[in-house]
């Protein structure tokens, strides 16, 4: 019994992932071939100055550790986008009433809100080769967040998002051949 709880505990925290993200990428492309990046012309993040300054730094060391180096003339650009909504709340209680006289019956159920609203926020990374002007690699990371956080937490979750985004850049390619 013990370890069923434990695994129940484990996978509830796994499912529970703050951050969810889904990748594609060009298969054709071979991402050895980029070791400098920058970010796009005229980029519109979506985020207040204060957050897309955050973002760039949490990008700037997470490439850096990957030896990937900001140029004046990169391999790529990066550009982001984001947006937020309000995600719908699906925790409700429902209170019902019935009763049966014979073989009539009926009832009424009323199905109360648990909880507040929550704030989702949409950030789309597009790496776009410099030379090509083509799309090569994007992530789409949806993580809860809330505008009255101090700005450490805020930091601190930009930088989980982007270390989340760029957990699987450069994408290996699956080996589909069987031996």
């Not at 140029?71 to 209170?95: C, L, M, R, W």
């Not at 019935?98 to 648990?114: D, E, H, K, L, R």
């Not at 989702?120 to 690699?137: C, G, H, N, P, T």
């Not at 992530?139 to 930009?158: C, G, M, Q, W």
Request: glycine share 8%.
């Amino acid at each position: 019994m013990k370890y069923i709880m434990i695994f129940l505990v484990v996978i509830c925290a796994f499912s529970c992932s703050s951050v969810r993200v889904n990748y594609d990428y060009d298969k054709s492309v071979n991402f050895a071939d980029y070791s400098t990046y920058n970010y796009y012309p005229e980029i519109q993040t979506g985020l207040t100055d204060l957050d897309s300054k955050r973002l760039y730094n949490a990008i700037d060391s997470t490439m850096q550790l990957r030896g990937i180096l900001l140029a004046e003339e990169p391999d790529f650009y990066i550009n982001i986008q984001s947006s937020s909504y309000v995600k719908p709340n699906n925790s409700t209680v429902g209170v019902g009433i019935g009763g049966t006289g014979g073989n009539v019956g009926g009832g009424v159920s009323i199905g109360v809100p648990i909880g507040g609203a929550n704030l989702e926020r949409e950030l789309i990374f597009d790496l776009v080769d410099s030379q090509k002007d083509a799309l090569i690699w994007q992530a789409v990371s949806l993580s809860n967040f809330s505008e009255n956080n101090s700005p450490n937490t805020r930091e601190r979750k930009l930088y989980e998002i982007v270390a989340k985004v760029f957990s699987k850049y450069p994408p290996v390619p699956k080996n589909t051949k069987k031996k």
